[in-house]
């Protein structure tokens, strides 16, 4: 009787393991699973360690709006958990919400952890952003992204990389990731890449690369293959750089042409129908530049909403502006003088005195600034050592624009018809009943007007100060005498060869000397052609 027992009981205690074993591993997956549910990725983020929290950036496991938000909470510290690991966002209020259901929690700050971001968890977010940015059909983000890249090459992921450079069309950024790969594969240690690398970058023109070429050469452990690749690859940058600068001087010439034909269109007219040595020119140009700032302040003040539209508004009001203080000038100060030259010279020189303290005592004596509008910011990138400035290409065209307008007035219009009557025999033009005096004026306004719309061209790429008109008038005379006087024709080619290869002599010898070696050649051209480029054809009364 005892023996079955005992040997009952036996079995009994030796079974009762494995059924401990069966209940917990029946019970276990239950549990696991629920917590799997209940789990979200920012749970999981917030009960990590830094490992753990860098790996799941890496590879969030659900949507990239669900990883932005967690950025931006970190970025702007709101992002708190409790030691479950929920996770709650605190509102600038001080108080908090669900962050998975966004609904108000009733819960104290006392009950909760900050989840902080360090500089090795921005840096990785950065990055990600960056990667992602690389996909986005903006060509500035594709460039922002690849140059957040730029700044630790080797983490760049080979297959993105080489994905981008394959479909990446726009120049600038396909100039920074070419870089990139250039810097993976100097540091590959493998020679056959490190040389495919060096081949690469010689159809690059961009000074960083540039720069990382000579940084390779400077190594002396690197075998002389590839220091050979090397030093060619650097020969042919260098000389695209080069290119890429005598461009951009081309250009700067170009839009400093622009802006000699601008102040001198002005004067071509006032000058070459008066004979008339306006020294106030340059200060019409300077009003002109004043009433642009002046129309900025005003849209800025009563139209905030168009502010970027004041330009519209500046350039006819810097016209009318111009023209009637012009015309005034000519009315009372110039018209007593006509035939008198240095009396009209000492005269207007006067009045640009008495215009310059006058805005001094209106502005003050400090410059002001005329802001670009947004679509005038920024510039076309030509390559990486080219960028060419929508402003200045703006005043490129503003010139042309008006170059053809003037054109225009005076070639197909019956006021230009009468200027150049005027111009070409004044004592004719009245005996045929031309009234002489008014087309003066008008011709004095009309150069005038024409001042103040360099003067608004002007403040687009400077300062405005009272000054500003001394640093144009004397190029604007030379170009006036150099291409001819009264002629528009003339007045575009001296302006467009004096801007330009002012510009390549500055380069080349220093502002100083240019200016000497340009005003020499100059005296020369007037003592061989006293009367310019082009002559006015017709009879003159003396």
């Known amino acids: 009787m005892l023996r079955p027992m005992l040997t009952l009981l036996l079995s009994i205690s030796c079974l009762s393991p494995v059924f401990a074993d069966d209940v917990t591993t029946s019970v276990a997956p239950v549990s696991t699973a629920a917590d799997a549910v209940a789990i979200s990725p920012v749970s999981k983020f917030v009960l990590a360690d830094f490992d753990g929290q860098m790996a799941l950036i890496e590879h969030w496991p659900d949507s990239p709006a669900s990883l932005e938000k967690l950025f931006t909470a970190l970025e702007n510290d709101q992002l708190y958990a409790d030691a479950k690991g929920h996770a709650y966002l605190m509102q600038s209020d001080g108080t908090f919400t669900d962050y998975v259901t966004d609904q108000k929690a009733n819960i104290s700050a006392d009950a909760l952890t900050a989840i902080s971001l360090n500089n090795a968890m921005r840096t990785a977010i950065d990055e990600h952003r960056a990667k992602a940015g690389l996909m986005a059909a903006d060509v500035a983000t594709r460039q922002a992204a690849a140059t957040t890249l730029a700044a630790d090459p080797l983490s760049v992921d080979d297959a993105i990389l080489t994905e981008r450079l394959k479909v990446e069309k726009a120049p600038s950024v396909l100039a920074i990731l070419t870089r990139i790969q250039a810097q993976k594969d100097m540091a590959s240690g493998d020679a056959k890449r490190e040389l495919a690398g060096a081949e690469s970058l010689a159809s690059s023109n961009d000074p960083e690369i540039l720069n990382l070429v000579q940084e390779k050469l400077a190594d002396p452990s690197i075998s002389p293959t590839l220091k050979a690749a090397l030093i060619s690859a650097e020969h042919k940058i260098a000389l ?72 519209f508004a500046a350039i006819p009001a810097a016209f009318l502006v111009s023209a009637v203080i012009g015309m005034i000038i000519e009315r009372i100060v110039i018209r007593p003088l006509y035939g008198r030259q240095l009396e009209t010279l000492l005269a207007t020189f006067g009045v640009s005195l008495i215009l310059m303290q006058l805005v001094r005592m209106i502005f003050g004596a400090q410059n002001v600034e005329v802001a670009n509008a947004s679509w005038m910011s920024g510039g076309v990138i030509i390559s990486p050592s080219l960028t060419l400035p929508y402003s200045r290409i703006a005043i490129i065209g503003f010139t042309l624009a008006v170059l053809l307008a003037v054109k225009w007035l005076i070639s197909g219009t019956r006021f230009g018809l009468f200027v150049r009557a005027v111009t070409q025999n004044r004592q004719m033009a009245r005996a045929i009943g031309v009234r002489s005096s008014r087309i003066d004026m008008l011709a004095f306004g009309l150069g ?81 052609r006293p009367q310019g480029l082009f002559a006015v054809k017709g009879r003159f009364v003396e």
Not at 502 to 518: H, P, Q, R, S, Y
Not at 519 to 524: E, H, N, R, S, T
């Open 448 to 528: 005038s007007g024409l001042a103040g719309l360099a003067g608004c061209a002007l403040s687009q790429i400077g300062n405005v100060g009272p000054d500003l008109g001394q640093n144009y008038i004397v190029d604007a005379f030379l170009v006036v005498v150099v291409g001819g006087v009264g002629q528009l024709l003339g007045a575009m080619l001296a302006a467009f060869g004096l801007g330009v290869s002012g510009k390549f002599l500055e380069v080349m010898m220093g502002a100083v000397l240019a200016k000497i070696l340009l005003l020499g050649l100059i005296i020369l051209f007037i003592q061989r």
């Open 240 to 311: 695209k750089i080069k290119g890429s600068e005598w461009g951009g001087y081309l250009f700067s010439g170009l839009s400093m042409a622009s802006i000699l034909l601008l102040a001198a269109l002005g004067l071509a007219i006032t000058y070459g129908l008066l004979g008339v040595i306006n020294m106030a020119h340059g200060e019409l140009i300077m009003i002109g530049a004043y009433t642009t700032y002046v129309m900025q302040g005003l849209f800025n003040h009563y139209l905030p909403s168009i502010a970027d539209g004041y330009l």
